[in-house]
Nanobody, 120 residues
């Protein structure tokens, strides 16, 4: 069984910063692409950013220059550094991982999400 567990969400003022973390654990052979998605109230879940195992990144236009994704392959961790936060960044942030499990089968997993609220 594989789990993704996010941490680091919370309440922050506009212009502030937060760092999210996500740890993949369980029977894992290799974690490939990892990413962050978010879902605001009344809206569909949207891509925020992804990172390949080799470190190639992709960002939504709305977060370019403000958010930075990084990962630690040895520990199956992915991070999201969020700077210059805006009220419109308020959402539940979900970690995503595409991985090869210990059974050597490929799966896609989601975390349960962590709330980020940007408000004064």
């Amino acid at each position: 069984q594989v789990q993704l567990v996010e941490s680091g969400g919370g309440l922050v003022q506009p212009g502030g910063s937060l760092r999210l973390s996500c740890a993949a654990s369980g029977s894992i052979y290799r974690v490939n692409d990892m990413g962050w998605y978010r879902q605001a109230p009344g809206k569909e879940r949207e891509l925020v950013t992804t990172i390949t195992r080799g470190g190639d990144t992709n960002y939504a236009d709305s977060v370019k220059g403000r958010f930075t994704i990084s990962r630690d392959n040895a520990k199956n961790l992915v991070y999201l550094q969020m700077n210059s936060l805006k009220p419109e960044d308020t959402a539940v942030y979900y970690c995503n991982a595409k991985l090869i499990a210990g059974t050597m089968s490929a799966y896609e997993y989601w975390g349960r999400g962590t709330q980020v609220t940007v408000s004064s």
